[in-house]
């Protein structure tokens, strides 16, 4: 069993950055892809950013392409979302989740069928 735990949410302006952390417990998370997914309030859940086992391999939706990194230390049993160039409509609560995977799988997952997940953090972007 893995536990997910994301950090590092907040309120930020426009054009600010965050760095969103999710730490892994119970089992090591060097064998997972993982992924960051995002809900604002009424809206379906949206994929934003996954990245290989190895960290060798990312992929991005359109929406975050050049403003956000998703990075990993296997080390640490942490992956990473830094996000820079925030937009008003960037707010969300912001989960990871684990997966067997690639990226593009986890991306073009939308989310269904991921392993573990974690229980979201409350990233809200002012203008």
């Known amino acids: 069993q893995v536990r997910l735990v994301e950090s590092g949410g907040g309120l930020v302006q426009a054009g600010g950055s965050l760095r969103l952390s999710c730490a892994a417990s119970?089992?090591?998370?060097?064998?997972?892809?993982m992924g960051w997914f995002r809900q604002a309030p009424g809206k379906e859940r949206e994929f934003v950013a996954a990245i290989s086992w190895s960290g060798g391999s990312t992929y991005y939706a359109d929406s975050v392409k050049g403003r956000f990194t998703i990075s990993r230390d296997n080390a640490k049993n942490t992956v990473y979302l830094q996000m820079n160039s925030l937009k008003p409509e960037d707010t969300a609560v912001y989960y990871c989740?684990?997966?067997?995977?690639?990226?593009?799988?986890?991306?073009?997952?939308?989310?269904?069928?991921?392993?573990?997940w974690g229980k979201g953090t409350l990233v809200t972007v002012s203008s």
């Open positions: 989740a684990a997966d067997g995977r690639s990226p593009y799988s986890i991306a073009t997952s939308r989310g269904n069928g991921m392993d573990y």
């Open positions: 119970g089992r090591t998370l060097s064998t997972y892809g």
